[in-house]
């Protein structure tokens, strides 16, 4: 007697649908479309990265950052340039990384309305790049890695609105205004000057984020309003010790709390500025992530090369990317710094080796 063969149930048929389907729930999870070839692959060929400059604490702590990553492994790096506030060295220094076979760049370019044939050019030859810190005007980009520049001259506007209770006479040290960074910071500050502290006179004094132009102009506005009672540096990084020195000299660095203190807001939060803050010099800076930006200025060259792409949405670092003409960005957070939160152990400042 032959016996029936016993049928056994079917096996799982895994389907490319199905797959795509499991992409799109990741996808809606958070804003990482990692399912795409080659995302998971290694990361392979040159990173060619530029540095916008060197006569910064704050720039200098981003670089240290970026060092470190590389020594890492996050990327394999050709070596670092430096472009040194000048739009004409950075496209030289684009041209040379391109010669020495770069698959992606990392670039912060202080003049955002000058780069686009660069990226342009970029783009044609399939090399995609991250924008540091700024937001290139026009051209294609793989991801900004960016604080929200106009949260930072909001903030700075609350916090002087309240401290002088709505009153008095406050000078603003302006970036360079062919910059994203710099028109965000103005207009947002100005924007609420207007609508919430109608009462305070801003002083508008436009540095190209040069100390010396700021300590000047500030000069020059003390001479004709003394009673001057705050200002908003933009850059702590190049403003911070060009202006103390200049309201030492003056005898108007006073605590707070006493007779003639001028408030004093910045931004950066290096740790320069959270010592001022400590040694009642200042009163508040917003902190804008020196480590976080060449973390994920490192992380993002590594998926680009990897070819992963991007959505809009909440990510698992606690920012938010954004679509942009050209791209995307990733905005990552910066918190107020006060006397309240200065030695908070998560400011990026307060992780440093003390040399």
Request: with cysteine; net charge neutral; hydrophobic share 35%.
């Amino acid at each position: 007697m032959l016996r029936t063969p016993r049928k056994r149930p079917p096996r799982p048929h895994r389907t490319r649908t199905t797959t795509a389907v499991a992409c799109a729930v990741l996808l809606t999870a958070t804003a990482v479309a990692g399912c795409n070839r080659g995302s998971d692959g290694a990361a392979t060929g040159k990173v060619g990265i530029d540095m916008p400059r060197t006569d910064s604490d704050f720039w200098n702590s981003y670089q240290q950052y970026l060092e470190k990553g590389i020594t890492g492994g996050e990327v394999s790096a050709l070596p670092l340039s430096n472009s040194q506030n000048d739009i004409g060295k950075l496209v030289a220094n684009v041209q040379s990384f391109t010669d020495q076979g770069a698959k992606a760049v990392v670039m912060a370019p202080q003049d955002t309305g000058a780069i686009a044939s660069t990226l342009d050019g970029l783009a044609e030859k399939k090399i995609p790049v991250v924008s540091v810190d700024t937001r290139p005007d026009q051209g294609q980009v793989y991801m900004v890695v960016r604080a929200d520049n106009w949260a930072y001259g909001k903030k700075a506007c609350e916090y002087l609105g309240e401290q002088l209770k709505g009153k008095g006479k406050v000078a603003e040290l302006q970036g360079a205004l062919d910059s994203i960074n710099g028109r965000d910071r103005s207009e947002a500050f100005a924007r609420c000057m207007r609508q919430n502290y109608p009462d305070i006179k801003v002083f508008e004094l436009p540095t190209d984020w040069k100390g010396d132009v700021a300590s000047a102009k500030l000069q020059s506005t003390l001479a004709q309003h003394p009673d001057l009672n705050g200002i908003y540096m933009q850059a702590g990084g190049v403003f911070l010790q060009p202006t103390l020195a200049l309201l030492e000299q003056k005898k108007l660095l006073k605590p707070a709390g006493t007779k003639g203190h001028i408030t004093i807001i910045s931004n950066d939060g290096i740790p320069q500025e959270l010592d001022a803050i400590r040694e009642g010099k200042i009163d508040a800076t917003v902190s804008q992530p020196a480590d976080l930006y060449a973390k994920y200025a490192l992380h993002y060259a590594r998926h680009a090369l990897q070819g992963t792409t991007f959505k809009p949405g909440p990510t698992d670092h606690d920012s938010k990317i954004v679509k942009i003409p050209g791209g995307l960005e990733d905005q990552l957070p910066a918190p107020l710094v006060t006397k309240q939160n200065v030695d908070d152990e998560k400011l990026w400042a307060n992780q440093l080796e003390k040399p």
